[in-house]
């Protein structure tokens, strides 16, 4: 089975604290991609990161960091100093490639998790 | 401004009264797809399309048809809308999900909010 789990359904902070979204995927498939999206309150989807599954190095862009780690199936996503304008939903999503059923470039959403940062 | 547009923003209609969705976008992007979004359940897939008249069901297709005549438009039909499909549709492309570009990220419009009375 193709799924993507984030545990967390809201997390709230306080400006300036760091926090971790957590992201668990499953797949039987050895090449695969790795998403964040962020939906602010405006309601648009904003691509924030790919990753592929040969990839497992770390990243960091400005206050964000992601940390991949296939023995774990996880690739959660941390802000560090949050700050206001970060409140939002956070998708993480899976894109698989099965070679049975083909690529259809079909995203596996989370269920989402809410990050509300309070000033 | 790259970018994919979605018209209508909101749109309330009434059961069984055909509607359009209309997606446009200026990459020149091959892949395009219609995902709907519904609390409790997240993005499900409703159709896709590799590129000029290809397209395929996704994991939600029942009750909606698409074409692609031209590749910058994919628009998404409801031939008789009913109160079920009263979500949040969120039309994306991609460079193409083949080749040297797969899976390039997938772009999204900014979302169309539907109602269905």
């Known amino acids: 089975a193709q799924k993507v789990t984030q545990a967390q359904t809201e997390i709230s902070v306080v400006e300036k604290e760091d926090v971790t979204l957590d992201c668990v995927y499953e797949t039987r498939d050895t090449t695969y991609y790795l998403f964040w999206y962020k939906q602010p309150p405006s309601g648009e989807l904003v691509f924030l990161i790919r990753?592929?599954?040969?990839?497992?190095q770390n990243e960091i862009s400005g206050r964000y960091s992601w940390n991949f780690q296939k023995s774990t199936s996880s690739f959660n996503f941390t802000i560090t100093a949050s700050q206001v304008v970060d409140s939002a939903v956070y998708f993480c999503?899976?894109?698989?490639?099965?070679?049975?059923?083909?690529?259809?470039?079909?995203?596996?959403f989370g269920q989402g998790t809410t990050l509300q940062v309070k000033p | 401004e790259a970018q994919v547009t979605q018209n209508p923003r909101y749109l309330i209609t009434v059961t069984g009264k055909k509607l359009t969705v209309t997606c446009s976008q200026n990459m020149n992007h091959e892949y395009m797809s219609w995902y709907r979004q519904d609390p409790g359940l997240g993005l499900r897939q409703i159709y896709y399309?590799?590129?000029?008249?290809?397209?395929d069901k996704g994991d939600v297709p029942e009750g909606y048809k698409v074409s692609r005549k031209e590749k910058r438009n994919f628009p998404l039909i409801l031939e008789s809308p009913s109160p079920n499909q009263t979500s949040l549709y969120f039309c994306?492309?991609?460079?193409?999900?083949?080749?040297?570009?797969?899976?390039?990220?997938?772009?999204f419009g900014n979302g169309t909010r539907l109602t269905v009375t």
């Open positions: 999503a899976l894109s698989p490639n099965s070679v049975g059923s083909g690529n259809t470039g079909k995203l596996i």
């Open positions: 990753r592929n599954s040969f990839d497992e």
């Open positions: 399309s590799m590129n000029v008249e290809v397209t």
């Open positions: 994306a492309s991609s460079l193409s999900v083949r080749g040297h570009s797969y899976n390039s990220p997938l772009h």
